[in-house]
């Protein structure tokens, strides 16, 4: 569910219509649909009514633009935040901190320290050191940390190895044979209140089943705690996946089909937030807590684009490229995950042939590309395109690799549309720097 469609031949997001975005803004941009990102909000928070005391966590690692943060802050959403610039981002938006927990295997004391003077929900503490540095850090201020450990359940995902976590081999939680004896020595540190348990699977997870054996396969400990150590949640993490493949699926798109590219399979079926809701709910309220939901990419994957434009064409003996101006800096899915964007015209061609490309961007850097073998409609310089499905770990993830600033964002609201961030400028890039001995 999304609002991005042609109509009339012109890709529109929501009531605008994008090409007049891309001339307005330039391109390289994103843009991002605030219905959807709505719309997604309260069908996942719809679908998991009937559980009663629950809590969404937006994983605002996935997009953590201030606007979107302040949209979601509006519909009632906590945020997970994996820093303590995330948390400053979530005040300055207007969210709240008692509704934030703090993940991520690396917090330091400054931030720690910065979480608890603003009254954060819940630490999920992910080893036995971080435990006794929250304890240290909490008698210094004078204050007692909420916190939650979070359980590697060993469940296997199906999803890419770079973003499956909920493996012993993965760097994440603590393992379920030491959970029970780590929180023992949680409740035998004084500045410390046990709060919860968290776990988290992986992301970008089509089936239901996985969670629901995370569920169970926690229950008995999650039981034996909540008696011992009065656990007051659940959080069972996000990683609910999107569609990639055929994002846009329906309507005046279905002129083209965008055929798979070579040795990748095809992709799962989306995993509706119902079909999720109906594999959880009855192993979620076996366990009689508040129930946390983390999802990130659910929310706002679907709801945003990367505007690229053709500067050129290129053939070697054996492909054709299509040099776009946009770059693994600011979309790296392709490069890093073999992640899957489909490419749709902001201005369908009449001709409706399709042919065999790569599509590179700029940069010097063999992994620099958002297609590869991929069969597009025939696309000429000063065409715009449309990445789709790139409104998760999109911008966030961006750099100024080759010194290319960093990317506009807009933020489109029924039919207006709002520059949300502006695009870095070349000073901007050497902001902060100096030459020794040379006045800054
Ligand atoms: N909770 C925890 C503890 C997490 O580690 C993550 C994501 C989430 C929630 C949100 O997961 P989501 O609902 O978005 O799947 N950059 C990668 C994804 C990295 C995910 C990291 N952790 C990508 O572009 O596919």
Redesign the pocket.
């Known amino acids: 569910m999304h609002s991005f469609r042609y109509v009339d031949g012109s890709l529109k997001c929501e009531g605008v219509d994008l090409e007049s975005v891309a001339s307005e803004v330039g391109t390289p941009a994103y843009v991002y649909s605030a219905e959807t990102i709505r719309g997604n909000y309260r069908r996942l928070d719809q679908a998991l009514a009937p559980l009663g005391d629950r809590m969404i966590c937006y ?1 605002m ?2 997009n953590g633009n201030l606007s979107l943060l302040n949209l979601l802050a509006k519909e009632g959403a906590g945020f ?1 935040i ?1 820093s303590g610039g995330e948390l400053f981002k979530v005040i300055k938006a207007g969210g709240r901190a008692d509704r934030c927990t703090f ?1 991520g295997v690396g917090k330091t004391a400054t931030e720690i320290d910065y979480a608890l003077r603003q009254g954060i929900y819940s630490f ?1 503490v992910e080893s036995e050191e971080e435990l006794e540095m929250i304890n240290a850090v909490a008698a210094k201020a004078g204050l007692i940390a909420p916190i939650a450990i ?1 359980v590697n359940p060993d469940v296997d995902a199906p999803t ?1 190895k ?2 499956s ?1 909920g493996k012993s081999k993965n760097k ?1 939680g603590i393992g379920l044979d030491r959970a029970a004896a780590v929180y023992e020595r949680a409740a035998a540190l004084p500045y410390l209140k046990i709060r919860g348990l ?1 776990t ?1 699977i ?4 089509l089936k239901a089943p996985p969670f629901a054996e995370a569920i169970r396969k926690l229950t008995p400990l999650v039981l034996e705690l909540k008696a011992k150590h009065g656990l007051e949640f659940f959080s069972i ?5 999107i569609v990639y493949r055929g994002a846009l699926q329906s309507g005046d798109a279905a002129w083209w089909k965008g055929s798979a590219e070579n040795g990748v399979e095809e992709e799962a079926e989306r995993l509706a937030p119902e079909t999720y809701a109906a594999e959880v709910i009855e192993p979620l309220k076996a366990l009689g807590l508040r129930i946390l939901f ?5 929310i706002v ?1 679907n709801a945003g684009v990367l505007l690229t434009s053709v500067l050129y064409r290129k053939s070697t003996p054996t492909k054709n490229f299509v040099i776009v101006d946009a770059g693994m800096n600011d979309l790296i ?1 392709p490069a ?2 073999e ?1 899957h964007h489909e490419i749709e015209p902001l201005r369908q061609p009449k001709d409706a042939t399709l042919e065999k490309v790569d599509v590179v961007g700029p940069v010097c850097e063999s992994g620099d590309f958002f297609a590869q073998d991929r069969e597009i409609p025939v696309l000429t310089p000063g065409d715009r395109i449309a990445l789709m499905s790139s409104g ?2 999109g911008f966030v ?1 961006a750099s100024t690799y080759n010194a290319r600033p960093l990317l506009p964002e807009v933020l489109v609201d029924g039919e207006k549309s709002t520059v949300v961030r502006e695009r870095q400028t070349w000073d901007d890039l050497i902001s902060g720097e100096k030459v020794p001995g040379e006045p800054a």
Not at 237 to 241: A, D, H, Q, Y
Not at 294 to 298: D, I, M, Q, S
């Open positions: 994983a690692k996935a997970d994996v993940a999920n979070r890419h770079y973003i976590t994440f968290q988290h992986g992301s970008q997870i993490g996000g990683g609910v996946g983390e999802p990130g990419r659910f994957g899915r890093l995950y992640g998760a770990y993830m």
